[in-house]
Structures are given as C-alpha cells and as structure tokens.
C-alpha cells in the first residue's frame, strides 16, 4: 500500500486528466473511506490515468487489478505506476470490459475523450481506433477469491456488464461503486438501470443517483457482511487460500506458500 503520508505523483496530459484526479482524491466521488480497501484486491475498470489505482493502495489495498482500454491513457497509466514505484502491487490490463464479446473495437474520437470500446456489429462507422481485446467481470474476479472494492467506470456498458455477471460472482465483491452513463450511451450495449440494481438487490445494498439523460453514480455494499466469505479471513491471505470459495479454513499449519487440498 501507499503509505497514508505518500501522496502519489500524476503525470498530467490535459484538463480532463487534472479533473479526474481531483475528483477522486479531492471531491471523492466513489466515497472510499479510510478502511474501504483495507486488507483486500481491488477491481479499477476504466483505470484511466491510475487516480482511483493508486488511492485504493492509499486506502489499504493490498493489489489493484487495473483495466484500461484507450491506448494513450492505458500508457499513462503505466507511466504513474512506475512513478510511484508501486508496479508489484498494481496489475494491468490493455483490455475492455464487456459483457460477452471477446473482440472490441475502440473508438477514441474527440467526443469520447476517455474511449468507447464496441462490440464489432455496433461499431459500424463510428470506430476510430484499432481492435481491442475484452476481458469479462467474472473472468476478473477469478484473480482472488474475494476483493475489497470493484470500481466500474466504463464508457456504457456498465449495466450490461452488471447483468451478465451472476450474484455469486458479484458477491465476491465487499463494495461495488461505479459512474454510469447517459441512456445514449448504455443503449449501445444492452441492459437498463432498473434491471441491473435488481440484480444487484440479490446481493448488496445499492444507492443509485442521476439522471438517464445525463447519467450519475452508484453505490453497493455487500448485504452480509457477517458470512464466512467476509467474517473470517483465510490464514493463508486470499492469494493462497485453499477454500478458494470464501467459505471458513480450518487448516492450521505453519506454511502458507504450500496450501494443503481444499478441506472437504
């Protein structure tokens, strides 16, 4: 993690750059507390630049899994990380979340600063950029067997990507908070904002704020927090728990590098 005294260093391109830093550290729009990401991974979709990457390490992290598709913020990206010297605790993906297609195309014109990635049969006329491969939630989620905190802020397909994950996989997630987007953009991908919170609804508490012109924010926050998965940690740390499901671990040797078989 960051040290809470270390406040990191951005390289900085433009206005749009020196807003979403400040809204994350300054304004703090997805609301991390000082404990939100204490002791756990984290999922940064749509990491941008690295603000949010970077200030979950700050909040206690112990490893951020970052994705980013637009090619010039994906090497920023890199570039921040490595001038903070905190490349072993951040990992990062050249990818796009999606709900389903394995190859997107990203459009990066001028009114998509942050880039869009589509699906090649939505794409059409519009893509500007190359091919890029897609990276689904529940292919992330199986970096760990639980994660502090998923962030989603991903150009459109938020709810689409939120539907199409099962309440099981979500519910590996203590907190989910995300930007969501006008219906203009959402309407590309599939899924509405009433559908996805029901969804949600089967396994967090959520708050929903904006409006479907103009798009908001939201919040959710897992509904039982006194579970195994979220009671009790596994004494080998989530990278090397033998349960591997959240459920409790009995084992009690000396040697987490060498997990035994999963307890029947």
């Known amino acids: 993690m960051l040290a809470p005294q270390h406040m990191p260093v951005f390289g900085i391109r433009n206005d749009l750059d020196t807003a979403v830093v400040e809204e994350v550290w300054q304004e703090n729009v997805y609301r991390l507390g000082p404990d939100s990401c204490a002791g756990l991974p984290v999922i940064d979709v ?38 903070n010297e905190v490349g072993g605790m951040v990992e990062t993906f050249h990818s796009a979340i999606t709900d389903h297609a394995t190859h997107l195309f990203m459009d990066t014109a001028e009114a998509s600063p942050s880039g869009m990635a589509l699906p090649a049969g939505l794409a059409g006329d519009i893509v500007r950029g190359a091919p890029i491969e897609g990276v689904s939630l529940v292919a992330l989620m199986r970096l760990a067997p639980r994660f502090g905190l998923l962030k989603l802020d991903c150009e459109g397909p938020e709810w689409a990507v939120i539907l199409a994950t099962p309440s099981e996989v979500l519910n590996q997630c203590r907190t989910i908070v995300g930007e969501w987007h006008p219906s203009s953009q959402t309407a590309l991908f599939g899924g509405t904002p009433g559908a996805a919170v029901q969804h949600l609804l089967r396994t967090h508490h959520v708050e929903v704020f904006g409006h479907p012109e103009h798009g908001g924010m939201f919040f959710a926050q897992v509904n039982d927090t006194d579970s195994p998965r979220w009671r009790t940690a596994c004494p080998y740390g989530d990278q090397f728990c033998p349960c591997q499901d ?18 029947a």
């Open 46 to 83: 749509g990491a941008h630049i690295g603000a949010f990457s970077l200030l979950a390490l700050h909040r206690g992290a112990t490893k951020v899994f970052a994705v980013e598709a637009h090619p010039d913020n994906f090497a920023t990206l890199e570039r921040n990380i490595a001038r």
């Open 246 to 263: 959240g459920d409790l671990c009995h084992y009690e040797g000396p040697d987490p590098m060498t997990p035994p078989e999963a307890p």
